[in-house]
């Protein structure tokens, strides 16, 4: 069965980092594109990373620009989002999900996703 399981979330004061991981099970994850995604008390889900097969190609959203790193180590089956500087509106669930299909040097941050994990909170509170 295919598996994405996150883990690394946690309470951090605003300016804080947390590291976020996403262990892939079922499947190898060196044939997917990677999406980070998260939803905030009361608002869509809403894309936030992504990151393509090769590691060569990766998106952010405007918002996290700068403060936010995704990368991967395929062999590992792992892929990760660095976060720094949080700041109290990057208080969410946050998802990974794959995407087959995509060339080695692409990735999208777009619904659509089939594969997702369970989600990890992330509350950003002094």
């Known amino acids: 069965q295919l598996q994405l399981v996150e883990s690394g979330g946690g309470l951090v004061q605003p300016g804080g980092s947390l590291r976020l991981s996403c262990a892939a099970s079922g499947f190898i994850l060196g044939y997917y594109a990677i999406g980070w995604f998260r939803q905030a008390p009361g608002k869509e889900r809403e894309g936030v990373s992504c990151i393509s097969i090769s590691g060569t190609t990766t998106n952010y959203a405007d918002s996290v620009k700068g403060r936010f790193t995704i990368s991967r180590d395929n062999a590992k089956n792992t892929v990760y989002l660095q976060m720094n500087s949080l700041k109290p509106e990057d208080t969410g669930i946050y998802y990974c999900?794959?995407?087959?299909?995509?060339?080695?040097?692409?990735?999208?941050?777009?619904?659509?996703?089939?594969?997702w994990g369970q989600g990890t909170q992330v509350t950003v509170s002094s």
């Open positions: 999900a794959a995407l087959p299909g995509l060339q080695i040097n692409q990735c999208v941050l777009t619904p659509g996703y089939p594969y």
